[in-house]
C-alpha cells in the first residue's frame, strides 16, 4: 500500500509528555513558537505554496491556543480556536481542495490534525454530561467540565468509518452516491455502529447498501479524514453473490468492473466505464492496491 495517503504520516512530534504539564507547555509559548495561519477552520496557503505560518503575537487575544507539537527544530506550534468560529457553521468552500493540493504530505498532515481539533473545540463548548461549560486542558488534546460536582474530562472524538471493495470473480463491486461528480464510482462506506468488530461493520455496510453479502474482510490501510473528524478503515471483502439489490436512499448506482475497466479508470480517463476517485482519498489506494496483487 502506498504511504502518502493524504492526511497520514505526521508532520509534528506529538509530544505527549509535554500536554500535560503546565511548565513545559508555557516554556514553549515564547518568541519562537509558531501559529498555524487558518481562516476559519481552512488552511492558509503561503506564497510558495506551502501552510503559512506566523508568531503568537498574531493570536486573537481572546482565541484558545491549542498545542499541535514539536517542529523539527524544536519549536511549539499552535492553532488557535478564535471566538468567530464558535457556533457558526462554515459554507462549503469549493477552493479548499485546491488549495490543500498544494501542500507536502507532511504540510497536509498537520492541517489535516490542526483542522479536526480546532473544529472539535468549537463545536464542544459545554459537558455532554452535565451541560455545564467546559474550558480547554492538556494544551488543547482535553476539555474539563467547569462544574465541580461533575469534573467530566472530553477528548477530541475520532469516528470510525469502514470503507470497502468487494471483489467476486476477479470483478470489483463499486457504487456512486449522490453527490457525486457525474460517472465517479468509489468503493462502498459507512460508519462503524456501537457494538460492531471492523469486518461486522463490512459486511453490514456491504449487505444494507448492495444486498450483497460478503464472507472474508481484510484490512488494508486507513486514513485520518479532517471531515469533520473521521477515520477511514480500507478493507477488501470477498463474495460470490453478483446480484445487486441497491438502497436507494444510500447509493445512485452500484456495479461490477472488471480489472481492465478499474485499471483504465485510474490513468485518469474519462472515457471509461467510470472515473475513479481522486487520489487524495483512501479509495484511490484501495484501487490501486488490488491492481497490484
Known sequence: ????????????????????????????????????????????????????????????????????????????????????????????????????????????????????????????????????????????????CTNEVCKAEHFPRVDPVTIMTVECEGELLLGRQPRFPPRRYSALAGFVEPGEGLEDAVRREVQEEAGVKVGEVRYVASQPWPFPSSLMIACHAFTTQREITIDATELDDARWFTREEVRYAMTGAEDGAFIAPPPFAVAHHLLKWWLSR
Open 1 to 144: 500500500m502506498d504511504t502518502t495517503i493524504a492526511f497520514a504520516g505526521g508532520g509534528l512530534d506529538r509530544a505527549d509528555h509535554i500536554r500535560g504539564d503546565a511548565d513545559k507547555l508555557g516554556s514553549l509559548m515564547n518568541w519562537r513558537a509558531r501559529l498555524l495561519r487558518l481562516e476559519g477552520i481552512d488552511p492558509v496557503i503561503a506564497p510558495d505554496g506551502g501552510l503559512d505560518w506566523g508568531t503568537l503575537a498574531d493570536a486573537d487575544p481572546e482565541a484558545e491556543l491549542v498545542f499541535l507539537g514539536l517542529s523539527e527544530d524544536g519549536r511549539g506550534c499552535f492553532a488557535q480556536v478564535t471566538p468567530s468560529i464558535i457556533g457558526s457553521v462554515a459554507p462549503p468552500n469549493p477552493r479548499l481542495w485546491a488549495a490543500m493540493g498544494s501542500l507536502t504530505p507532511g504540510d497536509l498532515s498537520i492541517y489535516g490534525g490542526a483542522r479536526s481539533l480546532v473544529d472539535w473545540h468549537a463545536r464542544h463548548r459545554f459537558c455532554a454530561r452535565c451541560g455545564s461549560g467546559t474550558k480547554l486542558a492538556k494544551g488543547g488534546w482535553q476539555r474539563s
